[in-house]
């Protein structure tokens, strides 16, 4: 278990192992949830990075991507329509 001192301004040092499991440096964001009675300490981008991963769940399957090769034929096609539409605004 580590412990930490709160000073007077509220701020604590979060020990060094403690962020070597956050995955958290110098500058980073660290969130603070409430769940079930406790308070959570998360890294803030892995918090976003699972929020997106969410975001797209059965995004693939819903698109008919079973391959890398399928994302890559799809984003191809998405830019050469893209393309049309810029020359079709341009022409």
Sequence with gaps: MDLAKITVRGQITIPI???KKLGVKDGDKVV???ES???IMENAAMIALKNAQNAFAGEAERLNLK???DVV??????R???LGADDA???
């Design 32 to 34: 603070f949830i409430e």
């Design 89 to 91: 605004r341009n022409g």
């Design 80 to 82: 050469r329509e893209l």
């Design 17 to 19: 192992e403690i962020r």
């Design 73 to 78: 034929d799809m984003v191809k096609e998405v």
């Design 37 to 39: 009675g406790r308070i």
């Design 67 to 69: 391959t890398e090769q």
